[in-house]
């Protein structure tokens, strides 16, 4: 959990400088968009960065690639990102920890030394790499910029695939997260919208969005994720339900190996529908990390990007400003099919089941198609495990009023 709310602070929040509430603004009805744009977060220089740094090298060209050769970026409205401020990053981040990452990474250029300091989880699973403190401001910044988009009337979705970074902690680097962006875009959402609804569907626990929200009613995190002995990052157990104030805004779905399609959206459609009209958010941040796919190499799920894209059809029939964000995804191939469906979905196009052909093209042999064959693992989510859950997570949502 992030450090203890300021003395000022009514317990809204575990983090400091959270802005005001300002429910006096314009109620939830008024907040519409001005059209149906959908904001793309996009310029070569952040593939590029995204390309050398991210825990996946190459994914990000591979993404954009997929997308523009079906043609869907003349259908977007793209937007050049900027790097976050040292002062958006300190908005949740510990400045200790931004000063020290920015001077590591700066070091690492001229001394060529490895920082294998374990401060502020800068080690193995975080090297200190060279650029890491500019690729991680610049994803932050492309975050924030299509937060501000939503803010802004802009648009109702605005996507940043590249973000999503969702374990990083106020001040520790974490599962290969440098800066928590996902955070930073509901702190700055919440200078417009009074409640934020954050939707973790990663294969792993969205623990550094739900460490930084769970003593405050403001932000409601949703994580479906692997729970597991041993499976990173060992939280996320259906009890975890939040502190204080922040009791029962903080909902977990735990699921074992195996889960397919039909049972993965039968969970979801049941907890997200309740948690929305619950809680009622005027805003949503969407994370979409795609290591759940079908022929992940994390090998844990047998998920398709139809499954994801009936829990993404869900939410984006809520009408509400809606971010959608990236996250892991380490076959690079299904990643980026998942994610071009996935945009070709919110722009309501179909796309023809054969990969054009593009400089990526032998990225997606030796089929060359589009969809992804549901995994065969063992599914060891039985139904009555599923129905426990769901029965759990209803009782807990019960006290959201
Ligand atoms: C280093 C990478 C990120 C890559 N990787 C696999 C993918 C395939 C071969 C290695 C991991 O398990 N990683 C991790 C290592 C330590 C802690 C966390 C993660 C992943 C976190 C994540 O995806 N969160 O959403
Ligand atoms: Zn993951």
Redesign the pocket.
């Known amino acids: 959990m992030a450090d203890g709310s300021d003395k000022e602070n009514d317990g809204e929040s575990c983090h400091r400088n959270l802005p005001p509430n300002r429910d006096v603004l314009a109620p939830r009805s008024d907040v519409s968009c001005r059209n149906d744009k959908v904001v793309f977060v996009h310029s070569q220089m952040y593939i590029d960065l995204c390309n050398n740094l991210a825990?996946v090298p190459g994914r990000a060209s591979a993404v954009h690639g997929l997308i523009e050769a079906y043609g869907l970026t003349k259908e977007l409205s793209l937007v050049e990102p900027r790097p976050a401020t040292v002062a958006e990053l300190t908005s949740f981040h510990s400045t200790d920890y931004i000063d020290h990452l920015r001077k590591a990474s700066a070091e690492e250029d001229e001394e060529k030394d490895i920082d294998v300091s374990e401060e502020f989880g800068l080690c193995y699973?975080c090297p200190i790499l060279p650029g890491v403190y500019e690729y991680a401001a610049m994803v932050a910044g492309a975050t924030l910029t299509a937060a501000q988009c939503l803010i802004d009337g802009e648009c109702q979705v605005a996507i940043n695939w590249h973000g999503g970074w969702?374990?990083a902690k106020k001040d520790e680097a974490s599962?290969?997260c440098y800066v928590n962006d996902p955070v930073l875009a509901i702190l700055r959402l919440r200078e417009r919208f009074s409640k934020v609804l954050y939707i973790d569907l990663?294969?792993?626990h969205g623990d550094g969005v739900e460490d930084a929200f769970c003593c405050t009613s403001r932000v409601m995190t949703l994580s479906l994720h692997k729970f597991d002995t041993g499976f990173?990052p060992g939280t996320g157990d259906i009890q975890d339900t939040g502190m204080g104030r922040g009791r029962y805004y903080t909902v977990n779905v735990p699921l074992r190996d195996g889960i397919q399609d039909s049972q993965y959206f039968s969970v979801f459609n049941k907890v997200a529908s309740q948690a929305e009209s619950c809680y009622k958010p005027e805003a949503v941040v969407l994370q979409l990390?795609a290591?759940g796919m079908s022929g992940d190499?994390?090998g844990c799920f047998n998920l398709t990007p139809q499954g994801v894209g009936r829990c993404l059809g869900q939410v984006l029939d809520w009408k509400l400003p809606t971010l959608l964000l990236g996250?892991?995804g380490?076959h690079v191939g299904n990643t980026a099919r998942c994610w071009t469906s996935l945009t070709a979905q919110v722009l309501g196009k179909s796309l023809p089941p054969d990969i054009p052909e593009h400089e990526h093209f032998t990225e997606y042999g030796p089929d060359y198609e589009l969809d992804i064959s549901p995994g065969n693992r063992v599914n060891h989510n039985t139904d009555e495990y599923v129905e426990e859950v769901i029965n759990t997570v209803t009782e807990n949502l019960a006290h959201v009023m």
């Open positions: 825990k699973d969702h374990h599962g290969f990663d294969l792993h990173f990390g290591d190499p994390m996250g892991g380490y």
